[in-house]
């Protein structure tokens, strides 16, 4: 992956940068242009400048899985079997307190209380 930083600087201090688009200027070249009637190219140099940074990418950088050694797929073979098999469910048939009864009424509560779900 390759990108491009745009960066505006007005003398020492950074004005703006873009990674996208072309930066947002300070304005003061457009000033130092204007005030001069005479002649434009012979004007003092601005002080302003546009700095581009272009970062390079390099395309040899992807490894197949068939270069891998033996040893590096037998890892990435068992780590991915123990991996997966973290979220198996057990399938399990036992009904917890089995051996307890519920408990009696000897009243209907929520007729007591007279409080329905509707």
Known sequence: MSFTIDMHYCGNTMVDYSFFHNVNTCGMEKAALASSCENPEMSKKSCCSDKQLVIEGQD????????????????????????????????SNEVPRI??????????????HQTFLI
């Open 60 to 91: 040899d950088l992807k490894d197949a899985f068939k270069n891998l050694t033996f040893e590096q797929q037998t890892f990435v073979t068992a780590f991915s079997y123990s991996y997966l098999s973290l979220f198996e469910g057990t399938i």
């Open 99 to 112: 051996e307890y009864s519920p408990p009696l009424f000897k009243r209907d509560v929520q007729v007591l």
